[in-house]
């Protein structure tokens, strides 16, 4: 979100659908009570008039969990170019459950991506993922090579951003958004060195198939040599 964030051509929303997440699934998030009183719960609503509305800008980025899509009336999917960000469970599951200590596979939205991956073939759409680990090996060839397939310019400001908050972060940031406001571009990939947590094992047997199935269609930073 940050990196589109960059582009003069574009208008970033931070998780639109968080409201209406909480709403469906009574999660019990860091800061629910402020994040629903303060955005539209109704997620079918949010996403029509998203859609429906004029942007001053040709480019609308919107940032969406994946498991913040239950219960919607999916034909948006019609109206969007769709890209799924994905991360290797071994490296996503111990930050996740800093936050969620009690975890489960519905949280990491990986089932979620896997149902849109279907949904979005049937439509006959070109799958478009991007793997965190891939991106940060290369960021401004895999970068490229995404803006190529959805048909907008590269743009060299996608790679960096000014350090702190941007206005379009949603109330949740203060919980969640600790790393990325101190960050001032893509850093270099380091894989974690720490032994992942013997608790969290079940777990990640549960998401690597997922996983897997979904990184089959990722760009990969090996095969673009340009925009870096």
Not at 32 to 57: A, I, N, W
Not at 87 to 107: F, G, K, N, Y
Not at 165 to 189: C, L, Q
Request: charged residues 25%; proline residues 7%.
């Amino acid at each position: 979100m940050y990196s589109f964030g960059q582009r003069n051509d574009a208008r970033i929303i931070d998780e639109p659908l968080y409201g209406h997440y909480l709403r469906v699934s009574g999660a019990d998030h860091p800061g629910r009570d402020e994040v629903m009183s303060t955005m539209d719960t109704d997620g079918d609503r949010v996403m029509e008039k998203l859609l429906d509305r004029q942007h001053d800008r040709p480019i609308l980025f919107m940032k969406q969990m994946a498991h913040h899509l239950v219960g919607l009336d999916f034909s948006f999917l019609n109206k969007t170019i769709n890209v799924l960000l994905i991360r290797d469970p071994v490296e996503m599951l111990p930050s996740l459950t800093i936050q969620l200590p009690d975890a489960d596979i519905a949280d990491t939205g990986l089932v979620t991506q896997c149902d849109l991956l279907e949904r979005l073939e049937n439509l006959g759409q070109q799958p478009l993922i991007l793997d965190s680990r891939e991106l940060l090996r290369n960021p401004g060839a895999v970068l490229a090579s995404l803006c190529e397939r959805v048909d907008i310019p590269f743009d060299q400001d996608m790679l960096s951003w000014p350090r702190g908050a941007r206005p379009e972060d949603g109330v949740w940031a203060r919980h969640w958004y600790h790393n990325v406001h101190e960050s001032t571009g893509f850093a270099p990939y380091r894989p974690k060195t720490e032994p992942f947590p013997a608790g969290l094992e079940p777990l990640l047997k549960q998401c690597r198939p997922y996983y897997q199935r979904l990184y089959a269609f990722a760009l990969k930073a090996e095969q673009h040599d340009g925009g870096s």
